[in-house]
């Protein structure tokens, strides 16, 4: 199934024609047929189609192009789907968002207006149109949606019709769990339009999906949901150290390191805080009110390699790709401010995953897992996982640990990864090269072009060097 890129130009023909295309582009098609029908999103209609003598432009009459709620003059691709008899134009790609503030047009989604600005502006590079809009925007009825599109390098209101794919970066937990996205989200899947990342993930339900898979039990700590004082009591007997987390954090927020001591046992958070207790019991009492009721989990402490105290992790980023396959597009090791947690957000640095495992330790074993290790780990979990779990996704946040032997530990999987423009330091004296799409962006709008029925083709690589090992692949059973 192949595409061309185009510009859709308005244009009142003198004649019946209501869509004049590339002669040569029929030709190659085979496209010989005096009508067929047009689609972009989910509106359709019936056309009378032409041939013309030039490249790069549609040209539509003004009256289709509203039937469509086509837009005109944007970079687009168009498909022939022969079997259907259907000029298909797209990748037209929603974006699901919790809120907006439209009057603020080059900003309108606050901190995450960067990212949904490179999004947008690569996108409509390589053809294409992004949408961004809130639950209520869409009107399931009349089959279509108002949202925000950017163009000119502002975003402006704009009726479109139902997109081909929905990209889930609702920010609200509490929302994504209500009768009214239960709603929209059947609606989605009945109007079969991929609709991916479907949730937040729920740590407890992460490591319960996990743990009966062979491949993952190896990378999975110790876990119980924190229900009364002999949960406490049965893992503080077994770990010197427990950490006790929120099921539903993120960011760090909420985590609370448990010890025990030959004196009792002595309870630590983020920022310097610590308290010691002669016993259990007391321990129990403080920590139940400081989890104030809320679903909080007691993981396993694990002996991870860090630099002065200060615990190192490693954040891999996975995401499908142009064939709808997980690969690993990014990973960074993350040094912890303090020696509870190491996220960025509360203070953390960043640095290479080599430079962290050559300069991090201590090493109580000769075995040290290499970076190519650490992704391979990444992927093969994030496989499991989306096999394990309902719902559609897309890209994980994997966060791993290495214990001091050299065991490779998952701590974390997030299905909402971060969006901020955080990088590594570049030493001094190194300036700042020039600004260049983000892989994880190229990567997102890859699979969205995949979804939408337009898949990007990879580019020719170089025979690899002799010598030169090949990365495993882990396929989508």
Known sequence: MSYV????????????VDLYLPQAQMRKWNLSSPTATVQFGNKTVRARISGIDRSGQTLIRPSVAGSLLLP?????????DADQQTLVFGPYVGILVSSY??????????PLSPFFNEVADICRKRGGIICAFRLQDVNWDAGIVRGLVRRGGVWRQKVLPLPQCIYNRLVSRQRERSEQMANWLRRCKEAN????????????????ALQNQAGAAEHLPAMVRFSGMEDLRMMLSTYRTVYAKPANGSMGRGIIRLRRTQEGYHLARPGGFGKTFSSITGLHQYLHKQTKGKPYLLQQGLPLIGLHGRPTDFR??????????????????????NRIVSNISRGGQMMTPLQALRVCGPWASSVRPSPA?????????SVLLEEALPGHYAEFGVDLGVDVRGQV??????????????????PEGVEVPPRRA??????LLEYSSYLSGFPRTARAKPRATAGRSKSKKYRRR
Do not use: C, D
Not at 72 to 80: D, I, N
Not at 200 to 207: D, G
Not at 409 to 426: A, D, Q, R, Y
Not at 438 to 443: C, H, L, Q
């Open 316 to 337: 891999v980023l996975v995401q499908k790709n142009r064939a709808g396959e997980w690969a690993v597009t990014s990973m960074v090791a993350r040094l912890g401010l």
């Open 373 to 381: 290790r650490l992704r391979e780990v990444a992927l093969k979990l």
């Open 409 to 426: 530990w998952l701590l974390e999987v997030n299905s909402k990864p971060s969006k901020t423009t955080n990088t590594i330091p570049l």
């Open 438 to 443: 983000r892989p994880s962006v190229v990567r």
């Open 5 to 16: 890129p185009t510009i859709v130009v308005g244009y009142e023909p003198k004649t019946e």
């Open 72 to 80: 005109t003059g944007v970079p687009l691709l168009l498909r022939y």
């Open 193 to 208: 339009i991929p609709f991916f990342n479907e949730r937040f993930l729920n740590k407890w339900h992460v490591h319960s």
């Open 101 to 110: 503030h439209a009057q603020f047009t080059q900003s309108p989604f606050g």
